[in-house]
Nanobody, 127 residues
Framework: QVQLVESGGGLVQAGGSLRLSCVAS????????MGWFRQAPGKEREFVAVISWNSWSGGITYYADSVKGRFTISRDNAKNTVYLQMNSLNPEDTAVYYCAARTIATFASSPDEYGYWGQGTQVTVSS
């Protein structure tokens, strides 16, 4: 059974940082694209960041404009884990953050393109 388990969420003041982790089990995603999405109350789930896989660079990253320059996605294939380092957080970043995985290497920004999802971790940024 495939599982994605997020951790690292919490309450932080504006300007602070958090690091989210997503550990995959049940299959390896070392050659799959893995992404982070978030959903705020009353809003649709939105794309945050994705890291793909390729044989020459290991992965290409892509970010939503709203987090570019503040968030960094990375992966440790030996641990079947993907991370999201979030810096300079602001109240607009408050949401439940979800880890997601595709079965192929190329990245995508639509939630419909991801077949595996974690249960989510709450991030709350106070002003």
């Amino acid at each position: 059974q495939v599982q994605l388990v997020e951790s690292g969420g919490g309450l932080v003041q504006a300007g602070g940082s958090l690091r989210l982790s997503c550990v995959a089990s049940g299959r390896t995603f070392s050659r799959s694209a893995m992404g982070w999405f978030r959903q705020a109350p009353g809003k649709e789930r939105e794309f945050v960041a994705v890291i793909s896989w390729n044989s020459w660079s290991g992965g290409i990253t892509y970010y939503a404009d709203s987090v570019k320059g503040r968030f960094t996605i990375s992966r440790d294939n030996a641990k079947n884990t993907v991370y999201l380092q979030m810096n300079s957080l602001n109240p607009e970043d408050t949401a439940v953050y979800y880890c997601a995985a595709r079965t192929i290497a190329t990245f995508a920004s639509s939630p419909d393109e991801y077949g595996y999802w974690g249960q989510g971790t709450q991030v709350t940024v106070s002003s």
